[in-house]
Each structure stands twice: as C-alpha cells, then as structure tokens.
C-alpha cells in the first residue's frame, strides 16, 4: 500500500532483450525505443541504466525484486508480448510470464496473449493460457511484424478479433487489455488509434476492454470512446511516468480522463521493468493537478478517493474481486 | 482560427496538402491542415521549408521530412530542397485548419464545455453517452 492506497500494478513485461532473440533490425529498433523510454522519463535523481545494464534478459526474480521488494506494490499483472514475428520468444514469453504468476500466486496474475492473425493456433493456445497455467485476461497487440514488414489488424474485425473474444467469453475471460497509442518498432501508427475500439464494445459488451497507454497520443480519441461505452477503460501505463519530467503534460491527459471519462475509468501500471515502479508511485500519490489549470480548464481535482481507485481498486473490480477482502489480504504496510 | 504557413507560395501549399503525417493519413488531413507548415522560401530554384512537430518524440518525423521534400522538389522551378523541423515556435491545436478540428473531435476544454452530461447529449448521436 501507498498511504492507504492498495497498489495493483496492471503490467510488467519480463523482457529478453538479448541480441539474438531479436529477427533482425526492426526488433533491435523495437528494443531501442523501449531504452529511449527508460532514459526519457526516468527523473534525474533516479538510478538510470546504461543501454547495455538495459538491454538483457530479465528474469522472474529481477521483476519481483523491483515491483514488491523496491516499491509499495501490492499485487501485478505478469504480462506477456506475443512478438513472436519479430522476436524469437516474442519478447517478453507467456511462459515466463506464467513462470513470475507461479511465484506469488495470491499477488501476482498472469494474463496470456496471443497472436489472432495465427488463427486456430491462437485459439488452441488461449485455451492452454487459461487451463493449464490460470490466464485471468488476454492483452494484444494490433500487428504482425512479420520480421519487418508489419501489417496491422483491427480490434472490430469479424474476421480476425470476433473469434477470439468469443473463445475468450467461453473459456470464462470477460477482460481484455489492447496497447494502443505509442508505436513501437516500425508498427504502422493507424493500427495504434482507438477507432475500432466501438465495433469491439458494441460487439461484445460483457467484455470490459483496457486501452493501455490511454492511447496516447490520441488522448481526445481515447476519451470519446471511453464516454460512449460502459465497457472500455484506460490504462496509466506508461502515461504515469510523465508525472515527473512533464507535470503538465500529465495534468493535462489525468484531468481530461477524470473530466470526461470519470476516476472509475482509469487504471495504473508501472511498465516495469522499464521503469522502476516507486518514483512513479509516490509522484503520483503526492500529485495533484496545478490549480491554474483547475481554474482555466475545469478539470476536477485528482482526490484521494481517485488515487485508490486508479492505483487499484478498479483493477481489483476488473478482476472480479472484492476491494475490501483484498485490501485486508493483500494489503502491505507503505515500506518505501 | 487557423494559422496559416506566412511567405509560402500557392503551389508549395497545394503540393505540401498531399502530404499526410503517418497519425493522420487515415483521416485525411495534410501537414497544411495539421498547421505543421511554417514557411517555404524559394531562392534561386532551392527551396527551404520550415516545419512545426506536434510533439517532440514523434518517431515518425524522419518520414514526413522525407514526404514533404519529396513533394516541394516535384515542383517543376524546384532543384533542391532542405527541410527543417524549427523549435522556437510551439504548435498548438490553434493552428488546426476548421476541417481538420472537425475530424479530429477535439474535446473542449471542460469550462469551456459547462455541464458534461449536457455537452454530451447534445453533441452524441442520439443524445446519449
């Protein structure tokens, strides 16, 4: 807990950033950009990593260390990336992931992915993800690398993502995380915009859908879509991180979501590893929007009420679970 | 109100509005109606282009550079092009073209919007959000 804030991180990614798990130069661009973001926001009186100590395997152990032994995390999302067209374990591998779920099985939860363009595959491998190792949602990513030569898919295609969500339905999944916004490696940009979240909601709306990364930069995007439909939310992933180099900025996205979208729309994630979680955590736990801004804008104060919502009592209702019941399980007296 | 390129000559605008920023080829809107063109000067058939980023991580820079030379250096009392992206000046959504504000959807600000219950029924389809 921060304060008396249940902390429950909506992802970490277990990256292999090795060499030769990348298929050539786009996924060594991929993999820079991710540094870029590291080196980017990571504020000045924080431990930065060199592009070599970044650029490795990390391990189970490493993403426990950092998420519940250096920061006031309570539970995580241990989630994969199925870039298996640019990667030769798709980055950061389900199993892995699986793997980090295993270790804390109160605290930590695994959610699987897959790649909807592979077909029955993908859906043969859902049903894995969740039988035999506990997958509580999906995440995915809008594009096939295919070693280079990307081509994106849409969240609203009969074809492609309708199956999917169905099979997700029937194995008992009714929450699914998309990245959006934020192109990474030579994605193509079109696919990263939220316009096809409306046919997946409409469509489906037993499944609450999370754009992560607020879909940044497509924020007044994101917030249409998220007035419109019941069931999508956005995730801070990432977006958290500006708390701290760009106050503003993130004033600006948080006020606008709270606003018009509402505190019980919005989620937090820390990215780790990233980012180590703690400076983020405690910047926004201290933050608040500047009052000019409040004043000029309209934008409502971020309460205390609003910071546990966002930092993890949605997300714990996302999961279908009681706040209270696992605040008092769960729950970890502030340490840092 | 828009902000319209100063000193840029008709024939640079008409050929610089077939060229889209990657975030906004899908919608249709130009560098121009994105309000990304500064200048274009011509000088002894060498042209010099200044260009305003939205935001100043864009990776896609590198391509709209790449699409707007191109696009000046297609014009026929062109022999050479440079194309720079300037920092002094910040883009703002104030220099949106109306056509583009409108496909963009922009929000307004919420002192601006009044009542948000009252802004969204009035400009959702079916008055509902």
Redesign the interface.
């Known amino acids: 807990m921060i304060g008396d804030a249940f902390v429950f991180d909506g992802v970490a990614h277990p990256f292999n950033f090795t060499p030769k798990n990348a298929y050539g130069s786009a996924g060594e661009m991929f993999n820079q ?1 991710l540094y870029a973001f590291h080196n ?1 926001l990571t504020p000045e009186n924080e431990p930065k990593q060199s592009a070599e100590e970044f650029l490795k395997e990390w391990t189970p152990d490493d993403i426990r260390q950092m998420v519940y032994e250096n920061s006031d995390t309570d539970m995580l999302v241990a989630m994969p990336l199925p870039l298996t067209d640019m990667f030769r374990d798709g980055l950061s591998p389900w199993e892995t992931c699986a793997d980090l779920a295993s270790r804390d099985p109160d605290r930590t939860v695994f959610w699987g992915s897959v790649n909807p363009l592979e077909g029955r595959r993908a859906l043969e491998l859902m049903e894995r993800q969740v039988g035999e190792f506990g997958a509580k949602a999906f995440k995915f990513y809008n594009v096939r690398y295919d070693y280079g030569s990307p081509f994106p898919w849409r969240m609203d295609d009969p074809k492609i993502a309708f199956p999917i969500f169905e099979k997700a339905q029937e194995l008992g999944i009714n929450l699914i995380g998309v990245h959006k916004g934020v ?1 990474l490696g030579p994605q ?3 696919a990263t ?1 939220t ?1 096809d979240m409306d046919g997946a909601a409409a469509a489906f709306p037993d499944i609450n859908f999370v754009i992560f990364h607020v879909g940044l ?2 924020i ?2 994101t ?2 879509q998220l ?2 439909f019941p069931n999508l939310y956005a995730s801070l992933a990432a977006t958290v991180n500006f708390v701290v180099r760009a106050p503003r900025l993130f004033a600006e996205i948080l ?2 979501l709270l ?2 979208c509402g505190e019980d729309k919005i989620v937090y994630g820390s990215e780790a590893p990233i980012w180590q979680p703690q400076w983020a955590l405690q910047a926004f736990k201290d933050f608040s929007i500047p009052q000019d801004l409040c004043d ?5 104060q971020l309460t205390d009420v609003a910071k546990r919502k966002i930092l993890g009592e949605n997300l714990l209702r996302l999961h279908g679970m009681d706040v209270e019941d696992s605040k008092s399980r769960l729950g970890r007296p502030q340490s840092h | 109100m828009a902000i319209r390129p100063a000193e840029t000559p008709e024939w640079a605008i008409r050929a610089l509005s077939e060229v889209f920023d ?2 906004c ?2 919608k249709g809107i130009s560098v121009v109606d994105m309000g990304l063109l500064r200048s274009v000067v011509l000088d002894d058939r060498h042209a010099r282009v200044e260009l305003l980023l ?2 100043g ?1 864009c ?2 820079a590198a391509r709209v550079l790449t699409d707007v030379e191109e696009a000046v250096r297609a014009h026929p009392g062109v022999d050479s092009c440079e194309v720079e992206i300037v920092w002094d000046e910040a883009w703002s959504t104030d220099r949106l073209t109306e056509s583009a504000r409108r496909k ?4 307004p ?5 009044g009542d ?1 219950n009252a802004y ?1 029924a009035a400009h ?1 389809p079916g008055g ?2």
């Not at chain 1, 000029?296 to 409502?300: K, L």
């Not at chain 2, 963009?104 to 929000?107: A, K």
Request: one cysteine or more; charged letters at 20%; proline letters at 17%.
């Open positions: 950009h980017v192109p193509p940009v079109e915009q316009w930069p497509f007044d995007e917030c249409w007035i419109r006020g606008k606003f018009w000029g804008y309209g934008y409502p | 990657p975030c080829r899908e939205t935001s991580w990776p896609f963009l959807r922009f929000l600000d919420p002192a601006v919007a948000r969204l959702t509902q959000p």
